[in-house]
């Protein structure tokens, strides 16, 4: 053992003697930035072979790509613990690596810079993705590589500094790189390209794409963007509109005609018309509701901006009319410009004209930042996961899409004098799909399929696709409930559904009869006998524009622009480039100057949380009240305290209040985010609610570290309801039949995972 020991230190001293030796490691440094590049080119090609190729088939872009790790070595030259600094890097770069392998094999889309910014919210899907073996195994790495970089600060034999050749390698190394990054961000390594984001990581190489997508952020000003420029096109775009005035009184609540027609958008995650896919068959149609509105009512190819994922950038471009393919590469607008900016949107419209606007999205409302963004959209209301009651999950779980049906119900009654804008997302068949036929019978438990796929026997993916397929069923079948109910609701209605993009399969391995891999299917419906018969295909920032120029909704600068050129094969890349970067980044010379929208205060959830009685017995407090779900948390003096779930009417506290303690419940989503919850807050005494207080927990605020552990402070939130809360003693029981729309106990759902 001490012979073992000795090897091991030996070895190690030796490395550390090449590490502190200028010369010496230049060698080593140079061999370790061409291995690092070839395991993350061969992790996003998920191939050794064709990492490799990329070094004579693209000699140029790999040794870029090795240029970028060897700059980060040579840091190591301005610093005495020279090795700590080489093993830091090489566990950067693996780490890369192994994320780039994870994330290609759940989606379609590489691993860039914008994952950064969901990583809080990636957090809230760790368990969806990764198995509980897999998260200890990353943990131990983790605090393996911790105590390495310790224990090498500590013991490791430090370098001397030759001050000259140590700046000149990393100078000349930091300076090429940077040299280079400009270079390619200049010409956007053909912009055209890059909209197709696998395939521009596969042709540039790993390390150029994702360095420049730390760089690239926002939109460049156009190189003939001018006030000018703004004024002509905006004067081209007013030329033989039929405006349709604005509603003249915002606040009218009969503002709405009684034949304007509620507008319901539904964004189906990774919804795709499977019977488009040769060599696959099934025991049945998994998509008949789909196939039945394809055949009798106006649909069409939607052209959408991405394969696999990238949910929200097609939200952005629905609900803006924008395009993201001018701002930087992989970036959503939702967690960089409109975290402080309006924007032009779908609801800012519809409300010019009357509507109340909704959101609704069956996953948790902090993902994409949607509690931060959606204000910024101007709608009135945002119903998230932490807002809904009866909640039920898929086995990857995922909330099930049929929960949505009441959702929608419960937007369209609480508006009785005015018309909705309803824009709903879902996410049923989200992957992380099962990668081995053993895998997925262990998430079926012993039961059948309801569906079963042959076909393309040699296709790795084909337990995947399989359990997609069953999840895609019963996204249909949620659609069928929707337009049963909306034809029972009696509102005329347009109804606009579409797949945001396809789902996260190797989908080039895929032979498609018709459109390519950046198009889905989109079917309009409605019973009030509107023609949509003229659409043809529609790209995802053209749909909501063709549907306002149906109503005569004609407001908003892009909403113009997109009206202009429907139906017609003419370039208007340019036009909407210099309007999107005037309105987001430049002068606003299209609204004079002016910001022309104002944020909404927004309600979330509308289903009332009401708390109607509390006891306490051995220091447990029982807290009974309605529309309660697996989120709903108990505050008593603004602190938050360890809540467990019952059922939609029941949560249960390990601690008693005292007397006269102000008692509230809360929404909590992830980073301790408030989403709703009581209007008021209740004055506990002696096991009743007694009296309302001026509470504000109905807002959306986040808690501090110390909030959230029950220590101190008042949560921070804003009032999201007007309506006064009735005092209801113990024994209180008034019935809110309204707000519990399609609800049943939800007493199984205990499980905390997002």
Request: aromatic share 12%.
């Amino acid at each position: 053992m001490r012979r073992i020991k000795k090897v091991i230190f030996d070895v190690a001293n030796a490395f550390n003697g090449i590490v502190n030796s200028t010369r010496a490691s230049l060698l080593l440094i140079v061999l370790s930035a061409i291995v690092l590049n070839i395991a993350e080119e061969s992790a996003l090609r998920k191939s050794l072979k064709a990492g490799i190729k990329l070094m004579y088939k693209a000699p140029l872009n790999f040794f870029y790509g090795t240029l970028i790790i060897f700059a980060a070595y040579s840091v190591m030259y301005l610093v005495k613990h020279r090795l700590v600094v080489y093993e830091l890097v090489t566990i950067l770069f693996a780490t890369i690596a192994a994320v780039s392998r994870t994330l290609m094999s759940y989606r379609t889309t590489p691993f860039n810079a914008s994952d950064f910014r969901i990583i809080q919210s990636a957090f809230t899907i760790i368990p969806v993705y990764l198995e509980p073996w897999e998260i200890v195994v990353i943990s131990l790495l983790i605090i393996a590589a911790v105590a390495l970089l310790v224990f090498t600060f500590i013991k490791s034999k430090k370098a001397e500094l030759p001050l000259k050749l140590s700046a000149v390698i990393t100078a000349v190394s930091l300076m090429v790189t940077a040299a280079c990054t400009m270079m390619y961000l200049q010409f956007r390594l053909d912009s055209d390209h890059f909209s197709n984001l696998p395939n521009a990581y596969r042709s540039y190489g790993f390390n150029i794409c994702f360095f420049c997508s730390i760089f690239d952020h926002g939109i460049s000003k156009p190189k003939d963007y001018s006030a000018q420029k703004v004024e002509n096109i905006i004067d081209m775009i007013a030329e033989n509109v039929d405006e349709t005035p604005v509603t003249e009184d915002k606040d009218n609540p009969n503002a709405a005609k009684d034949d304007t027609p509620n507008i319901i958008f539904i964004q189906l995650e990774s919804f795709y018309d499977v019977n488009k896919i040769e060599g696959y068959t099934y025991s049945e149609n998994p998509v008949p509701t789909f196939t039945k509105l394809k055949e009798n009512y106006p649909h069409g190819l939607f052209r959408v901006p991405s394969i696999g994922a990238g949910t929200a950038n097609t939200e952005f471009e629905v609900l803006t009319g924008m395009e993201v393919s001018y701002f930087g590469i992989a970036e959503y607008p939702y967690l960089s410009v409109l975290q402080n900016n309006t924007c032009e949107s779908l609801a800012y419209i519809t409300k010019n004209h009357g509507y109340t606007a909704h959101a609704i999205h069956n996953h948790r409302g902090t993902f994409y930042d949607r509690n931060k963004v959606f204000p910024n959209l101007g709608f009135d209301t945002f119903t998230s996961l932490e807002n809904m009651t009866d909640i039920q999950k898929n086995p990857r779980n995922w909330a099930k899409d049929s929960m949505l049906t009441s959702e929608i119900l419960l937007a369209l009654e609480s508006t009785p004098y005015s018309r909705d804008f309803i824009y709903t997302v879902t996410v049923q068949p989200h992957g992380r799909y099962p990668g081995s036929w053993e895998s997925y019978e262990k998430l079926l438990g012993g039961e059948q399929p309801h569906i079963t796929v042959s076909g393309n026997d040699d296709n790795p993916e084909n337990p995947g696709f399989s359990y997609y397929v069953n999840q895609l069923h019963e996204s249909d079948t949620f659609i069928s409930s929707v337009i049963s109910e909306i034809i029972a609701n009696g509102e005329p209605t347009i109804l606009v559904l579409y797949g945001d993009h396809l789902p996260a399969f190797t989908v080039q391995n895929w032979t498609i009869t018709d459109g390519d891999y950046y198009t889905t299917d989109y079917v309009i419906w409605n019973n009030c006998g509107i023609d949509f018969s003229d659409a043809g295909e529609l790209t995802s920032y053209q749909i909501g524009a063709y549907v306002m120029s149906k109503l005569g909704f004609t407001d908003g600068s892009m909403n113009k622009l997109n009206q202009k050129y429907l139906g017609t094969d003419e370039d208007y890349s340019e036009q909407r480039e210099i309007l999107e970067y005037d309105l987001l980044y430049g002068n606003k010379t299209a609204t004079d100057g002016e910001n022309e929208y104002q944020p909404t205060e927004i309600k979330y959830g509308l289903a009332k949380i009401k708390i109607t009685s509390m006891s306490s017995v051995a220091g447990v407090t029982y807290v009974k009240g309605e529309n309660f779900n697996e989120y709903s948390t108990v505050t008593v003096n603004g602190k938050i305290y360890d809540t467990s779930f019952i059922d939609k009417n029941s949560l249960v506290l390990n601690f008693e209040p005292s007397p006269g303690d102000s008692i509230a419940v809360v929404q909590l989503a992830g980073n301790h985010t408030i989403l709703g919850g009581t209007t008021e807050d209740f004055i506990f005494e002696q096991g009743m609610i007694i009296a309302p207080q001026n509470g504000n927990n109905g807002g959306n605020s986040e808690l501090t570290d110390n909030q959230a552990d029950g220590k101190n402070g008042q949560s921070d939130g804003t009032d999201i309801n007007s309506e006064g809360t009735e005092v209801l003693g113990e024994n209180g029981n008034e019935n809110n039949a309204e707000n519990n729309i399609g609800e049943t106990a939800a007493a199984e759902n205990t499980d905390k995972a997002a």
